[in-house]
DNA sequence: ATTAAAACTGAAAATCAATTTCAATTAGGA
DNA sequence: TCCTAATTGAAATTGATTTTCAGTTTTAAT
């Protein structure tokens, strides 16, 4: 947490924008949630403790936040965006049920590797990348649909 | 493209759904493009014909189509989805320059393979997935942003 | 071939995530 | 401290997608 806070200060100085109380807090509390969340959950969380951030607010801040690699907006579902903070440096590929709309994660450090190579290959910058399989799982496999 | 038809008709009917001639147009007119298409594109090659197929049919008809596997949805930019017909078994990866936006293919059949791996450990029924790899490109790479 | 019920369609309205506007506030260098 | 540009919250807007609904079409059963 302290080094995550250490770290984001001068990555916002050095793009020249300003080190607000705003992008403090929403980075503080993206950070000690554990698993998924979207933009309402955060919102939610604020509002529970009379923080008045905005909705405004987190959203102009998530993209910074992706940008430098914070966090990861790792799947969509219901219409909207969710993300997750980036722990590790494993990939989290996200299996999604189309019936039951569960979320399961599966990390493969072959991925991994696959993904730095093509990195290294063709010149990028790599930012942030999700692999999102779509299907039934095993208990929906055999409903009829 | 025949034998594409030829399975559309019993997938829908297996659903208990109405094989009408909207659906089938729509597919018809999706197999014939090559490369990646959104909604609007859809609805601009129906209009030029005359053919007055509504974007609700358009959004109704192309998660079928993901269902049954005819297509996938690949990238959203610009606040929409984007897709393809599966012509092939191999994967498409897709990486998109945050910046001037390109989108280059890259595929790879050793993904392929560990996704297969994954179907089969876990039980699960695969529809399609993708993966994205936002970043920046080579040519982009150099500016300050 | 008729018929009837249910599914489907186009058009318009509604929804909803995300972005933009704008006046007031704040950060931070001089 | 002062100044200016960046940022904020709230509200308005945008734009993709979904829903509504009255009229139409498919399809199974007569």
Redesign the interface.
Same mark, same amino acid.
């Given at each position: 947490m302290e080094e995550i806070l250490r770290d984001f200060k001068p990555f916002i100085k050095k793009k020249g924008l300003k080190y607000t109380q705003e992008r403090e807090q929403i980075l503080k509390e993206i950070v000690s949630i554990k698993g998924h969340f979207d933009v309402e959950d955060l919102y939610l969380r604020f509002k529970e403790k009379n923080s008045k951030i905005s909705k405004a607010s987190i959203y102009r801040t998530l993209p910074l936040l992706?940008?430098g690699g914070y966090i990861q907006e790792v799947y969509?579902q219901d219409g909207h965006s969710h993300y997750e903070v980036t722990l590790t440096k494993t990939p989290h /590929?996200h299996?999604i049920c189309?019936h039951c709309r569960e979320v399961?994660e599966?990390t493969?450090e072959? =991925?991994n590797v /696959?993904?730095k190579e093509?990195?290294e290959e063709?010149?990028?910058? /790599? /930012?942030?990348?999700? =692999?999102?399989?779509?299907? =039934?799982?095993?208990a929906c496999?055999g409903l009829k649909?």
């Open positions: 992706v940008e969509r /590929l299996f189309i399961q599966i493969d072959r =991925l /696959l993904i093509y990195e063709r010149e990028y910058k /790599l /930012l942030t990348y999700h =692999l999102e399989i779509f299907g =039934l799982c095993k496999k649909l």
